[in-house]
């Protein structure tokens, strides 16, 4: 009766192991494919996933027969604080792209006035939760702490779509802290804590709008814009640290041309932006303490404006400096200068 047992013991126990070795084998081949139910794919360097956030990385954006595909560079690193990763979407309901990139903002001045135009103009939100952020539904950047500068210069993460847009804006946001905690890991300036997203974003610049007098509401920003000109402005962040103006001339959507951008920062990160820049009245920068901290009041009239100021553009600009810190309370410590 003894030696039953023990047989009929040994068939159950050879049998579990088979069956373990099967399954065994099957995940080990599903996550070798990155396929099956233990593991999605992901993207530029594993900090995006399969079906994490934006619909772009669902299985839904690919329709009957679309495909994913990215292509990394090199991940950032000691001596190398520079990498860009492309999202692609082809054959599917959402053809198009998502770069990443992370890099150090750039040096020279009228380049740096054109990234300034592209990430902190009035179509973009703020991302909550004191992170140093902006994001639209097809673009968003992410200022990253000072152990991470490069060459004096900031370091930031850039994301942009073409093609679809990423929207909502708090998965534009997600995707930036995510890749941020990723790259900042890799590069070795990561912060004790991984950065957070848990706040809702609100959502505060306003839709196009026909370029009033004056400029986005503030107080002597002042244009002649002509009776056969169309011009549109963007208000978008109205804060104590930070506020955002924006006009174009012809369809913003289509082919606008930025022709003027106004930007209040007064968050140390957001400052750091325009670190380098050439400073006074006539080159449309100038520096104030407000509350304790220090603010910039940045104004940049494109062709397509200049000239255009009322009664001229460095009174304009002059003007934007003088309403905006009489709001914000700079006016209290001895004026803006």
């Avoid at 495909?67 to 959402?94: F, H, I, K, Y």
């Avoid at 109205?238 to 209040?264: E, K, N, P, Y």
Wanted: proline content about 7%; some cysteine.
């Amino acid at each position: 009766m003894d030696d039953n047992r023990r047989k009929r013991r040994r068939g159950v126990l050879a049998a579990v192991i088979a069956g373990a070795m099967i399954a065994s084998g099957v995940g080990i081949g599903l996550w070798a494919t990155d396929t099956g139910p233990f593991r999605a794919a992901d993207y530029c360097w594993g900090a995006w996933q399969e079906n994490s956030g934006p619909d772009f990385l669902s299985g839904e954006a690919l329709g009957d027969s679309g495909e994913r595909s990215a292509t990394d560079s090199a991940p950032p690193a000691a001596g190398r604080p520079r990498a860009t990763c492309t999202v692609e979407l082809t054959s599917s309901p959402e053809d198009g792209r998502v770069i990443l990139e992370y890099g150090a903002v750039p040096a020279g001045a009228e380049e740096r006035r054109r990234w300034i135009a592209e990430n902190l103009n009035g179509s973009l939100s703020p991302l909550p939760d004191g992170l140093p952020g902006l994001v639209a539904a097809d673009r968003g950047v992410l200022v990253l702490p000072a152990e991470c500068d490069a060459d004096g210069r900031p370091v930031t993460l850039t994301v942009r779509s073409s093609g679809f847009s990423m929207a909502p804006r708090s998965g534009v946001g997600r995707l930036l802290v995510d890749a941020a905690d990723a790259l900042m890991e890799k590069a070795g300036c990561a912060p004790e804590r991984p950065l957070r997203l848990t706040s809702p974003l609100v959502k505060v610049s306003e839709e196009d709008l026909s370029a009033g007098t004056p400029l986005c509401r503030i107080p002597g920003v002042t244009f002649a814009y002509g009776r056969d000109a169309h011009y549109q402005e963007q208000v978008g962040v109205v804060g104590d640290r930070l506020q955002t103006c924006s006009a174009w001339f012809g369809s913003r959507g289509g082919s606008g041309q930025l022709v003027a951008q106004f930007v209040m920062a007064g968050e140390p990160r957001l400052v750091a932006l325009f670190t380098g820049l050439p400073e006074g009245d006539d080159k449309g920068l100038v520096r104030a303490r407000c509350d304790g901290r220090e603010t910039v009041f940045y104004g940049d009239i494109r062709p397509g404006l200049q000239g255009h100021g009322q009664p001229d553009d460095r009174r304009v600009f002059g003007n934007f400096v003088t309403s905006v810190s009489k709001r914000i309370g700079c006016a209290t410590e001895g004026g803006t200068r």
